[in-house]
């Protein structure tokens, strides 16, 4: 929109932007895997919807490949407590998070 304010996580964003499937806008003219989500309010939100490790300065989730111990974290209110295989029988390790009490 013109003459609206455009945010994202760090900040008032002044730059180009495009749009998404589903109408979101994100940073650049075309999507990379720099782009970023902005909002209309500077609290976003930011993230997208399926995506816990969006907008952590990971890769964006057109790319992502899924999820080891070196590219996500625990859920809130959870803790790392180490790392674990992968459930999903990948070969890949994953974080081994516990419920914070």
Known sequence: MKGVKHYTEDGEYNGPTHK????????????SDDSKPVSHKPRG??????????????????TFKGAD????SCW???????????????????NDCKKIK
Do not use: E, I
């Not at 111990?69 to 996500?72: A, C, G, T, Y």
């Not at 992968?86 to 994953?94: F, I, Q, R, W």
């Open 45 to 62: 939100p930011f993230k997208m919807k399926g995506s816990a490790f969006y907008g952590r300065g990971n890769q964006s989730p057109m």
């Open 76 to 94: 809130k209110g959870y803790k790392k407590v180490g790392t674990k295989k992968s459930p999903s029988g990948t070969g890949k390790t994953v």
């Open 20 to 31: 998404m499937p589903g109408d979101k806008v994100h940073t650049g003219k075309k999507h």
């Open 69 to 72: 111990s070196s590219n996500s």
